[in-house]
């Protein structure tokens, strides 16, 4: 258990839909960031948050947008969903938000858009 | 399990001999890399990481070697273990940069 948690773990939706994705970091953690893994792309860092600011987005779509909260949970929102947003979503923290600080990885939301 | 990719190259090896997952990576900017173990249904694992300024960093019954002149990085498991089955990514970071570049992953098997 890498002490970084994800609700919802499964969830269905369909095209055009917009969701939400919860992460909580490990206590303790500053920075957050959030990944996409899909069959096609694999692994893909969308962005991170530092203490409650943007730090650094990645491939992230317009449709896609998230924030740091001032408890230092995060949320990923996904909006007019698309079936090739299908994919395992993860959410990661670590201590700092530098070079060499380990990420730590939760256990993934998997959407399925129908 | 949860499948994490399709296509993804295998590496079968005998419980209790050792393995080799190799990675090529192509930012010769990348000054920070790491390998991570993803078990089915699991997020990724960290495992060791290795910056640009070493060749060679062993942790308990792992090493990574970092070549940059041909930028490849490779992670050598000892006495593999049932245990050890999985997907194995290696990430790179950009100096300056904060998200990691993983690559496809390779499937390691364990054969008994």
């Known amino acids: 258990d890498s002490g970084v948690t994800q609700t919802p773990k499964h969830l269905i939706t369909a095209t055009g839909q917009r969701v939400t994705l919860r992460c909580s970091p490990r206590s303790g953690d500053l920075s957050v960031y959030w990944y996409q893994q899909s069959l096609d792309q694999g692994l893909q860092f969308l962005i991170q948050y530092y203490n409650g600011e943007e730090r650094a987005k990645g491939n992230i779509l317009e449709r896609f947008s998230a924030q740091q909260f001032p408890d230092l949970h995060s949320e990923l929102n996904l909006s007019s969903l698309e079936l090739g947003d299908s994919a395992l979503y993860f959410c990661?923290?670590?201590?700092?938000?530098?070079?060499?600080?380990?990420?730590?990885f939760g256990p993934g939301t998997r959407l399925t858009v129908l | 399990g949860e499948s994490v990719g399709l296509h993804l190259p295998t590496l079968s090896v005998q419980e209790g001999d050792n393995s080799i997952i190799n990675c090529a990576y192509s930012?010769?900017?990348?000054?920070?890399f790491i390998w991570y173990k993803q078990e089915s249904g699991k997020g990724p694992q960290f495992i060791i990481d290795i910056r640009s300024n070493m060749d060679k960093r062993q942790g308990q019954r792992v090493t990574v070697l970092l070549n940059k002149t041909v930028k490849h990085l490779s992670l050598q498991i000892a006495a593999t273990q049932p245990g050890d089955s999985a997907v194995y990514f290696c990430a790179e970071r950009e100096g300056g940069a904060d998200g990691l570049t993983f690559g496809k992953g390779t499937h390691l098997i364990i054969q008994p």
């Open positions: 990661a923290s670590s201590v700092g938000g530098t070079t060499g600080d380990e990420q730590f």
């Open positions: 930012n010769s900017a990348s000054d920070y």
